[in-house]
């Protein structure tokens, strides 16, 4: 099929419609290792969560879509998995979504002098996060974000 660029692009497109046939959201697809011996990560989620039985779903629908269409050059390795524990925050809907827990920010630019908060997402207003960290809460634009996850929490 050609670049790596374009065999994502057809199992993203592949993986859409095994996650809807199982009733479940496509997170993300990643293509990791060489040609030939690829490993071809399919993550998936929804709002009430994602069991074993999703996942296996999602595979064994996704395997017979890959071997029809073959998008993918030589042998390569199927995973499908959840975003898991500490998810990424990826959009500002995350952020919407997980409103309440815990989660670690980076950022590109100062924000009261420092780049780096772990606090709980109090609220989403507009384009801006709102962290409530031990004492204080801090406005943070989403453009300047960086990289986002949830913390994990015991």
Known sequence: MGSREAIRKKVVELAR?????????LDDVELLGQ??????????DSEHGVGIKDCERVSRQLEALLDVED?????????????GLDRP?????DFERFKGKLARVVT?????????????????????????????EVEIPYKIVSKARLEIEF
């Open 71 to 83: 998008p993918i050059p030589g042998s390569y390795t199927l995973e499908v998995t959840t975003p």
């Open 108 to 136: 590109s630019e100062r924000v009261d002098n420092q780049t780096f908060f772990v606090g709980r997402i109090k609220s989403v207003e507009g384009d801006t996060i709102v962290l409530e960290l031990d004492n204080r």
């Open 17 to 25: 419609e095994a996650v809807e046939t199982a009733g479940v959201d």
């Open 35 to 44: 040609t030939g011996r690829m490993i071809v990560r399919v993550i998936i």
């Open 89 to 93: 925050l990826r959009s500002i809907e």
